[in-house]
């Protein structure tokens, strides 16, 4: 799981033995993949721009991302961060979550949240493959891993589901709500089991919903194995 949190689940890179070599794998994976065929055929020109746009998304995991914010730090407008975030969309490198409303006033819906599909991708672009004794951002991490691996088995599945994250403006949070079968599903990420108590707000607003905390012991079978 640790080698799977640092360098994805592409099967090249999980069949390779050497640190060296998962290293020279997801380096060429960005470069040709991100800058030689997608840079191509979208007929974009600054692909620095694409890349500094993936670094500022890998340091916002678990962090609603202002379209305003990129634009600023790029020096693009904001159409141009929309387009590539279509495009990174398109070919399976990003993921969209919408904030969740039920009409509840305090809650946060204007703002999304971002993930990778792959965390070796993420991780290669902000260039930390260091192991996970070394890192500050395993939360983000297990968060990134979890999500993005559920979100594959939806789709294997045929799962019929909508995806949020929910959050109200006095902080309090739910990493993954589920809309399906007319009813809501909680999910809150968290590396080591811990005591997480539902949230307050959630928990009045929403009474009949289900919540989980996703972690080492169960994740297993909710990533459909």
Same mark, same amino acid.
């Given at each position: 799981? &640790?080698?799977?949190?640092?360098?994805?689940?592409?099967?090249?890179?999980?069949?390779?033995?050497?640190?060296?070599?998962?290293?020279?794998?997801?380096?060429?994976?960005?470069?040709?993949?991100?800058?030689?065929?997608?840079?191509?055929?979208?007929?974009? $020109?600054?692909?620095? $721009?694409?890349?500094?746009?993936?670094?500022?998304?890998?340091?916002?995991?678990?962090?609603?991302?202002?379209?305003?914010?990129?634009?600023?730090?790029?020096?693009?407008? #904001?159409?141009?961060?929309? *387009?590539?975030?279509?495009?990174?969309?398109?070919?399976?490198?990003?993921? *969209?979550? @919408?904030?969740?409303?039920?009409?509840?006033?305090?809650?946060?819906?204007?703002?999304?949240?971002?993930?990778?599909?792959?965390?070796?991708? #993420?991780?290669?672009?902000?260039?930390?493959?260091?192991?996970?004794?070394?890192?500050? @951002?395993?939360?983000?991490?297990?968060?990134?891993?979890?999500?993005?691996?559920?979100?594959?088995? &939806?789709?294997?599945?045929?799962?019929?589901?909508?995806?949020?994250?929910?959050?109200?403006? @006095?902080?309090?949070?739910?990493?993954?709500?589920?809309? #399906?079968?007319?009813?809501?599903?909680?999910?809150?990420? $968290?590396?080591?089991?811990?005591?997480?108590?539902?949230?307050?707000?959630? &928990? *009045?607003?929403?009474?009949?919903?289900?919540? $989980?905390?996703?972690?080492?012991?169960?994740?297993?079978?909710?990533?459909?194995?």
């Amino acid at each position: 799981m &640790q080698a799977r949190l640092i360098f994805g689940n592409y099967p090249e890179s999980y069949n390779l033995n050497s640190f060296e070599d998962k290293l020279i794998y997801l380096n060429d994976l960005i470069t040709s993949y991100l800058l030689r065929d997608i840079l191509t055929f979208e007929n974009i $020109k600054n692909s620095s $721009k694409l890349i500094n746009l993936l670094r500022l998304i890998a340091f916002q995991i678990g962090g609603e991302v202002s379209l305003h914010e990129l634009a600023k730090q790029l020096q693009l407008s #904001r159409n141009t961060v929309e *387009k590539y975030l279509d495009l990174l969309t398109k070919v399976f490198i990003l993921f *969209k979550l @919408d904030g969740y409303s039920g009409n509840l006033r305090k809650e946060v819906v204007k703002s999304s949240r971002w993930y990778f599909y792959d965390n070796g991708v #993420r991780n290669a672009v902000i260039a930390n493959l260091n192991p996970l004794n070394f890192r500050n @951002d395993l939360g983000a991490l297990w968060e990134n891993y979890m999500i993005s691996e559920r979100m594959k088995y &939806q789709s294997n599945i045929g799962m019929i589901v909508n995806n949020y994250f929910w959050r109200t403006y @006095d902080q309090q949070k739910i990493d993954l709500v589920e809309e #399906r079968e007319g009813n809501l599903f909680a999910y809150e990420m $968290k590396w080591n089991e811990s005591k997480v108590k539902i949230p307050t707000a959630w &928990q *009045k607003a929403y009474p009949e919903a289900q919540f $989980k905390v996703i972690t080492q012991e169960n994740y297993f079978d909710w990533v459909g194995g």
